[in-house]
């Protein structure tokens, strides 16, 4: 039985890395599915483990029976982006937060669309008058 703490774990690719400094190489590699853990739950990092060592169809290390011996103190304020501007747009992706380089306000995507309206029906009252 090895243990070792969570380096990494994506939780969209249901993937992650277990530091393990006593295992040769350093890191090994944790699919989702070797993760004794209740569905819809995932290791973060910092928390602590056991595991067995296996190998895939390629030789290479694997995570095996891995059970959390602790988890990883949480700080609420940690868990918040500090950089978050308020009013600024921005899209999340997992937990990366891009940022907008334009916003436009209502009254511009408003007008945008009169815009395009306006410039389909003369298109259309064009192909009408003219065939």
């Given at each position: ?12 690719k249901?993937?992650g890395?277990i530091l ?8 090994v590699?944790?699919p989702?599915?070797n ?9 973060s990092?910092g928390d602590e ?5 296996g190998?895939?169809?390629l030789?290479r290390?694997?995570?095996?029976d ?7 103190e949480?700080?609420?304020r940690a ?6 501007e308020e009013?600024?747009p ?7 937060r891009?940022?907008?380089t334009?916003a436009?306000t209502?009254?511009?995507?408003g007008s945008?669309r009169?815009?395009a309206?306006?410039e ?8 009408a008058?003219?065939?």
């Amino acid at each position: 039985m090895n243990r070792g703490t969570f380096k990494m774990f994506n939780a969209e690719k249901g993937f992650g890395f277990i530091l393990a400094p006593n295992f040769p190489g350093g890191n090994v590699f944790c699919p989702r599915r070797n993760v004794l853990l209740p569905p819809g739950e995932y290791p973060s990092p910092g928390d602590e483990c056991t595991f067995e060592v296996g190998h895939d169809a390629l030789g290479r290390p694997v995570a095996n029976d891995v059970a959390l011996t602790r988890r990883a103190e949480r700080d609420e304020r940690a868990e918040r982006d500090e950089t978050h501007e308020e009013g600024r747009p921005y899209i999340q992706r997992g937990r990366r937060r891009e940022y907008l380089t334009t916003a436009l306000t209502a009254n511009q995507v408003g007008s945008m669309r009169e815009r395009a309206r306006a410039e389909a029906g003369k298109l259309w009252s064009n192909d009408a008058d003219g065939f």
